[in-house]
């Protein structure tokens, strides 16, 4: 079963790398531009994981995860950040959910580190696509 990955991010270049980084895994990328198309996207075929940027135009990522962790029917779906934003109201709000923030100053080593704990989470019946 091939697991999917939501990658939520409004610059297209940083989609594109991450779609590159993962083509070689089983991992199926698919993106949304922000936070509210996210949420439509997941309503209708919620994927295995998400990688939300902080900074994005309608919904930030912290909203959207705060949406997502509120819906009984996407709470359990694993839930990361990669920002290149040093906020610390984002810092804060990772420290107090238990959500891993991965950072794009250092993309290619955050990214593999990414993939390695994707690896470790098993596929659910709710999450796995064949």
Same mark, same amino acid.
């Given at each position: !079963? @091939? ?6 991010? +409004? ?16 991992? +199926? ?26 900074? !994005?135009?309608? !919904? ?14 996407? @709470? ?16 804060? *709000? ?8 991965? *950072? ?27």
């Amino acid at each position: !079963m @091939r697991k999917k990955l939501l990658v939520v991010d +409004d610059d297209p270049l940083f989609i594109d790398f991450v779609k590159e980084v993962f083509a070689a895994e089983e991992i +199926d990328v698919i993106s949304s531009p922000d936070g509210r198309a996210a949420l439509s996207l997941i309503k209708n075929a919620p994927p295995s994981f998400i990688l939300s940027d902080f900074e !994005m135009p309608e !919904m930030n990522g912290i909203k959207l995860h705060t949406a997502l962790s509120e819906d009984h029917a996407t @709470r359990d779906i694993p839930f990361f950040f990669m920002t290149g934003s040093s906020d610390p109201d984002l810092t804060l *709000y990772a420290e107090q959910r238990g959500v891993e923030v991965f *950072y794009k100053t250092d993309i290619v080593r955050e990214l593999l580190r990414l993939l390695e704990k994707l690896k470790e989470i098993p596929p659910t019946s709710s999450t796995a696509f064949s």
